[in-house]
Nanobody
Framework: QVQLVESGGGLVQPGGSLRLSCAASRSIFSGNAMAWFRQAPGRERELVAAINSGRTTNYADSVKGRFTISRDNAKSTVYLQMNGLKPEDTAVYYC????????????????WGQGTQVTISS
């Protein structure tokens, strides 16, 4: 059974930082690409960042230079370090596993976590 469990969301002030974690079942994590998406109220879910098994990454233009995606293969966990947070980063953040990675984007699989809320507000 595939499991993806996100954690690390919360309420922070503009300019602050958060680190999201997604612990995955080894069966879906090992050798596969992983990604973070987000969905704000009234908006479609959008790709934030993706990483393939070789640790090559891609990012949405809106987060480049502020967010960093990484993976720990020993822990079957993918992280999203978010710095310089802005109110427009407010959303539910979702982890996706086993999708198709390309240099320009990431095509999600059907494996999603439950989401973690990130709220940026003063």
């Amino acid at each position: 059974q595939v499991q993806l469990v996100e954690s690390g969301g919360g309420l922070v002030q503009p300019g602050g930082s958060l680190r999201l974690s997604c612990a995955a079942s080894r069966s879906i994590f090992s050798g596969n690409a992983m990604a973070w998406f987000r969905q704000a109220p009234g908006r479609e879910r959008e790709l934030v960042a993706a990483i393939n098994s070789g640790r090559t990454t891609n990012y949405a233009d809106s987060v480049k230079g502020r967010f960093t995606i990484s993976r720990d293969n020993a822990k079957s966990t993918v992280y999203l370090q978010m710095n310089g947070l802005k109110p427009e980063d407010t959303a539910v953040y979702y982890c996706n596993a086993g999708g198709i990675y390309s240099t320009a984007t990431y095509y999600p699989s059907t494996y999603w976590g439950q989401g973690t809320q990130v709220t940026i507000s003063s």
